[in-house]
């Protein structure tokens, strides 16, 4: 096995393997698009004995303070364990956070090899799983209701999100320049935000929250019908999240709303604070 750096000249030779990974078919336009030559400077390749690629190691930064890695290696690859552990291990040798920074990755609950792998290699486990729904997207919803936000809201938009995740303004201006926020809103308010991921196929809601003033009012079960009508209208074929298995309240959202858990793709955190 061979490690090498990712970087412009490899990058649209991993398509195949970025696919894998993610379960789709990755946009190689939108990862030339994306790519940071001086983030990537960490990035790591791992090719097999007859030059074919087998897995690798990245991440992007997701917030002020935390950024989400990404390790996959072939499930047919022997050794699995151990190639992981030596793209981890370059990987980690070579990223450079500021202090109090977190890098998180998450692991499918089934792939024993790469969670003993990445716990192996001083990363944390989160007690928690994160369970993965998902629903195919068949038919119209509901009439569309314009939850498209304008710059304007953005603090509230921070408000609201804040009570699931920490996110700053500048976070919040960032998606929204990369139209992928949506919102309801309640009496001026934004009673509920979304984060989104377009994908060729699929839309990911990454992060879904209600302000406390809003809850059991219907508004996320509002703001994701017009999710759902939103990849109708643009042909996706499915729209997917994940979620902390003791937030009730949500799972039960998410099911009342049509989803259906996919326990294959079911994860568990692991992260390190810098």
């Known amino acids: 096995m061979i490690l090498s750096k990712i970087d412009l000249s ?16 990755v946009s190689i336009e939108d990862e030339l698009e994306y790519f940071d030559p001086e983030a990537s400077k960490s ?29 996959y290696v072939d499930e047919k690859c022997q050794n699995r364990r151990q190639i992981a552990m030596s793209l981890l291990n ?33 990363f944390s486990q989160k ?33 609201t999100l804040r009570f699931l995740n920490h996110v700053t303004e500048s976070d919040v201006l960032e998606w929204m320049k990369q139209d992928a926020i949506r919102i309801v ?8 935000a979304a984060h989104v991921s377009e994908s060729e196929d699929a ?6 929250a209600t302000h406390a003033n809003f809850l059991r009012r219907g508004c996320a079960s ?7 009508q939103e990849a109708f209208e643009k042909k996706k074929l499915r729209v997917y999240l994940k979620v902390e298995d003791i937030r009730a309240p949500a ?5 009342k709303s049509g989803f259906k858990e996919n326990d294959l793709k079911s994860q568990i955190w692991h992260s390190r604070w810098y």
Do not use: M
């Open 10 to 25: 490899n990058l649209r030779e991993l398509q195949p393997l970025l696919s894998l990974s993610a379960g789709y078919q």
């Open 43 to 71: 990035w790591f390749l791992a090719t097999g004995s007859n030059d074919e690629k087998i897995g690798f190691v990245r991440c992007f930064r997701q917030g002020s303070d935390w950024s989400l890695g990404e390790l």
């Open 90 to 122: 370059s990987f980690t040798s070579q990223i450079k956070f500021d202090s109090g920074h977190r890098l998180r990755f998450d692991i499918r609950i089934r792939d024993l090899e790469l969670n003993d792998a990445i716990v192996a290699c001083g």
């Open 127 to 159: 007690q928690q799983t994160f369970i993965h729904f998902e629903i195919n997207v068949t038919n119209a919803v509901t009439k569309p209701f314009h939850s498209k936000p304008l710059p304007s809201q953005a603090s509230k938009i921070v408000e």
């Open 185 to 192: 809103s309640l009496h001026a308010s934004v009673a509920s």
């Open 203 to 208: 839309i990911e809601i990454v992060r879904i």
């Open 222 to 228: 509002s703001l994701i019908s017009e999710i759902l």
């Open 251 to 255: 799972i039960s959202t998410y099911i």
